[in-house]
T-cell receptor, first 115, second 114 residues
Framework: AQKITQTQPGMFVQEKEAVTLDCTYD???????LFWYKQPSSGEMIFLIY??????QNATEGRYSLNFQKARKSANLVISASQLGDSAMYFCAMSPNTGGFKTIFGAGTRLFVKA | EAEVAQSPRYKITEKSQAVAFWCDPISGHATLYWYRQILGQGPELLVQ????????DSQLPKDRFSAERLKGVDSTLKIQPAELGDSAMYLC????????????FGPGTRLTVL
């Protein structure tokens, strides 16, 4: 069965510092995509970054990077130079590239950025 | 910038009433998703459309929920009758072809059932 685990219910980080949000996944598929989304208190889900299972390079998008370790089945999100506006819920998600392509989400990590 | 539109943004209803949510995906996006997000949890897929066809509705409570995308563009999700446990955020998302493509989400409809 497919599963996403985010073990950190809440995280605190000082403004301007870097923070790592953990995500591990379980799948028997060989080809899949990994995503991170940000959900502010307003409720909308904002796409941050994507990593394909066959991508050799770790994905980066501005201040966001994904630390992908395929053998360990982990896809941690690193946010550099945290800003107050980064305070939000963060969700890790996985989509297999086979069958019905059903996406599953983790339970999320709430990030608090302190001034 | 193209966005996924949803309405209404908020809906309060009494149990046993019928409710309907509407979603208009990004133009040209063939795949449309409806998710339910209970407070404090991640989104859970209810139904996935590829054009006008249902690809996955395994988690849709079919005794009370229905979804359609008749012309392969906008979509409606209906609940009849609503129950207290249906209180949640209902999110719509779309992607260009399949989940190889990034899903873009609408603002959601927050449903409260009294």
């Amino acid at each position: 069965a497919q599963k996403i685990t985010q073990t950190q219910p809440g995280m605190f980080v000082q403004e301007k510092e870097a923070v790592t949000l953990d995500c591990t996944y379980d799948t028997s598929d060989q080809s899949y995509g990994l995503f991170w989304y940000k959900q502010p208190s307003s409720g909308e889900m904002i796409f941050l970054i994507y990593q394909g299972s066959y991508d050799e390079q770790n994905a980066t998008e501005g201040r966001y990077s994904l630390n992908f370790q395929k053998a360990r089945k982990s896809a941690n999100l690193v946010i550099s130079a945290s800003q107050l506006g980064d305070s939000a819920m963060y969700f890790c998600a996985m989509s297999p590239n086979t069958g019905g392509f059903k996406t599953i989400f983790g339970a999320g990590t709430r990030l608090f950025v302190k001034a | 910038e193209a966005e996924v539109a949803q309405s209404p943004r908020y809906k309060i209803t009494e149990k046993s009433q019928a409710v309907a949510f509407w979603c208009d995906p990004i133009s040209g996006h063939a795949t449309l998703y409806w998710y339910r997000q209970i407070l404090g949890q991640g989104p859970e897929l209810l139904v996935q459309f590829q054009d006008e066809s249902v690809v996955d509705d395994s988690q849709l409570p079919k005794d009370r929920f229905s979804a359609e995308r008749l012309k392969g563009v906008d979509s409606t999700l209906k609940i009849q009758p609503a129950e207290l446990g249906d209180s949640a955020m209902y999110l719509c998302a779309s992607s260009a072809t399949s989940v190889k493509d990034t899903q873009y989400f609408g603002p959601g409809t927050r449903l409260t059932v009294l």
